[in-house]
């Protein structure tokens, strides 16, 4: 593929196993970057015949305090990942029991 001058950085996310694919084809297809090997895996791409599975998510919004958020902001950078990551984890780590309908400590409001 020509070089062209409007390519511009794209920075996403893959796991391992892409990784290791988009090398090994980069080798096969001798091709000399990653972003050849994406440039032609795009340029192969039905986009039309794509069709995203379905997931069985929802989107939800909450108040948070402010210092709250600026802790999911400093740790979203410092682990570099997303804010909704910390947020499913964090949800997920949560124990379910009984005697808590006002959360913890800090959080709880007081009567």
Do not use: W
């Not at 920075?11 to 090994?24: M, S």
């Amino acid at each position: 593929m020509a070089k062209n001058s409007y390519n511009q950085p794209l920075t996403f996310d893959l796991p391992q196993n892409l990784i290791a694919k988009i090398e090994a084809c980069r080798r096969a297809l001798a091709l000399r970057s990653t972003s050849e090997v994406v440039r032609e895996a795009l340029a192969d791409f039905d986009f039309e015949r794509f069709s995203a599975p379905q997931k069985d998510h929802r989107q939800i919004s909450v108040r948070l305090p402010l210092e709250v958020k600026d802790k999911l902001a400093k740790y979203s950078r410092k682990k570099k990942v997303s804010v909704g990551e910390l947020l499913r984890v964090a949800i997920q780590m949560l124990p379910v029991k009984a005697g808590r309908k006002n959360g913890r400590g800090k959080s709880a409001k007081k009567r």
